[in-house]
């Protein structure tokens, strides 16, 4: 992935399997994409092998996955070590995403561990943070977001095979169709780009800041024009291809 250019990454979460999948990718495939714009999807892992072989040749979408464990192997029933993904040609990663904070109990020292081991096996950690309603309701929203960032990126590398790229994602704003507004995006990204250059120094201006929360084909644009608004991740509305392809265009302006 270039550094310079936006970066769209699906998020499909626990949609599709390795039949849809496959078809998922056979049309987007035919959708006409920005070359200015980076593209990624992140797919469960059984679907990995399908949108690898629906993929052939091309490299875009590049192939993400959504979550990794943090050892090279072992006695850990049911998970996936980044070597195994890197095996797959997965270049990028999801790591923290809300969901898996809420339902699966994953702490800010957990995820940190699993982005460090994804950079260590060549894959771009895409680390998710973001504040609850109540957090932000209550004026905590910078703090939470700190927290979790200077958490994550112990250990980490600013530069490097795999640059680390910050999803900011207020939970609030996940799946809700209220979408948090460019302006409060954009303030937000303001406050994690110093966390950055302090963990990374002069390296830290390559890494992306990138907005998640119901993203859409209508207010792409917004979020594109924005400074210090480096890209997208998209929930719901990368689950139709060819709604994502036109998402992918209005991403960029013609
Ligand atoms: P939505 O785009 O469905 O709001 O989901 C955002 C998200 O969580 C992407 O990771």
């Not at 892992?45 to 072992?74: N, T």
């Not at 303001?190 to 302090?198: A, C, G, Y």
Request: charged residues 20%.
């Amino acid at each position: 992935m270039n550094d310079m250019k936006k970066l769209i990454v699906a998020n499909w979460k626990m949609h599709y399997g390795p039949v849809k999948a496959g078809g998922w990718i056979r049309a987007f495939r035919r959708e006409r994409l920005p070359k200015e714009l980076d593209v990624a999807v992140a797919v469960p892992f059984v679907s990995l092998a399908a949108v690898r072989a629906s993929l052939g040749r091309a490299s875009i979408p590049a192939l993400a996955a959504q979550d990794a464990f943090w050892a090279e192997s072992g006695a850990y029933t049911g998970e996936i070590a980044p070597s195994m993904l890197a095996e797959f040609g997965v270049s990028a990663c999801l790591v923290g995403h809300s969901e898996r904070r809420l339902h699966l109990g994953e702490t800010d020292e957990m995820i940190g561990k699993k982005a460090v081991a994804l950079q260590k096996a060549g894959i771009s950690p895409v680390i998710c943070v973001g504040e609850t309603e109540m957090q932000r309701k209550r004026g905590q929203a910078n703090r939470t977001v700190r927290t979790q960032l200077q958490a994550a990126l112990k250990g980490l590398k600013g530069d490097g095979r795999a640059p680390v790229v910050i999803a900011y994602e207020p939970v609030w704003a996940i799946g809700s169709g209220r979408p948090c507004s460019p302006l409060d995006a954009k303030q937000m990204h303001d406050v994690i780009r110093p966390v950055l250059t302090k963990a990374f120094g002069a390296t830290s201006e390559a890494i992306r800041i990138i907005y998640g929360g119901s993203v859409d084909v209508r207010n792409i644009g917004e979020y594109m024009t924005t400074t210090g608004i480096d890209g997208a991740l998209v929930g719901g509305a990368s689950l139709d291809p060819r709604d994502f392809g036109l998402l992918c265009r209005a991403a960029v302006p013609s």
